[in-house]
T-cell receptor
Framework: NAGVTQTPKFQVLKTGQSMTLQCAQD?????MSWYRQDPGMGLRLIHY???????DQGEVPNGYNVSRSTTEDFPLRLLSAAPSQTSVYFC?????????????FGEGSWLTVV | AQSVTQLGSHVSVSEGALVLLRCNYS??????LFWYVQYPNQGLQLLLK??????LVKGINGFEAEFKKSETSFHLTKPSAHMSDAAEYFC????????????????FGKGTKLSVKP
């Protein structure tokens, strides 16, 4: 039972480079999301998806793209990396049951843009 | 719209002392509330969550939190701090509610770093 798998765990990029953070879940959850964590800011929602083919913006979407072609995968793309995107990124998947949200987080991806 | 305010970005207690981390929320619908803990350079671990029912919620590692609707609070407590409790703690509210429109996301507070002195 893998849960939510994020890759890579660590990455260093140069300004202007592009890259994709991968996120996969094996729990057949409809809901998936990406957050970024910065010191003193908590976690902020970047993009989310309520099902395959459906995505929407969160609080801080600029500079990021997402797509959801399958239920399992929700990659996050940085089109042209900037130092302001140095952060820790968390992918999450969730389902809504009788007791509310049950949310599973990946282990995080530490990204440094130089 | 939901929001979360954590009072105090840093809290320091002595080992064996009471831990109290404060969280207030704003929600237009009955909230689902969460506390997460994050140890240095690690991911998020769920401590406890409130959905419905009993307002006093017990979690892992001896932590508990009480949902007080009248005060819009969900403070986290532990009777006796241990050195291993030193970490950052996040309060969060779900964007889901009884009236639908959920996207399965969480709104987080900015976090409180807990230090435990020997």
């Amino acid at each position: 039972n893998a849960g939510v798998t994020q890759t890579p765990k660590f990455q260093v990029l140069k300004t202007g480079q592009s890259m994709t953070l991968q996120c996969a879940q094996d729990m057949n959850h409809e809901y998936m999301s990406w957050y970024r964590q910065d010191p003193g800011m908590g976690l902020r929602l970047i993009h989310y998806s309520v099902g395959a083919g459906i995505t929407d913006q969160g609080e801080v979407p600029n500079g990021y793209n997402v797509s959801r072609s399958t239920t399992e995968d929700f990659p996050l793309r940085l089109l042209s990396a900037a130092p302001s995107q140095t952060s820790v990124y968390f992918c999450a998947s969730s389902y809504l049951g009788a007791s509310g949200n049950t949310i599973y987080f990946g282990e995080g991806s530490w990204l440094t843009v130089v | 719209a939901q929001s979360v305010t954590q009072l105090g970005s840093h809290v320091s207690v002595s080992e064996g002392a009471l831990v109290l981390l404060r969280c207030n929320y704003s929600s237009s619908v009955p909230p689902y509330l969460f506390w997460y803990v994050q140890y240095p350079n690690q991911g998020l671990q769920l401590l406890l969550k409130y959905t419905t029912g009993a307002t006093l919620v017990k979690g892992i590692n001896g932590f508990e939190a009480e949902f007080k609707k009248s005060e819009t609070s969900f403070h986290l407590t532990k009777p006796s701090a241990h050195m291993s409790d030193a970490a950052e703690y996040f309060c969060a509210v779900s964007d889901s509610g009884y009236y639908g429109g959920s996207q399965g996301n969480l709104i987080f507070g900015k976090g409180t770093k807990l230090s435990v002195k020997p």
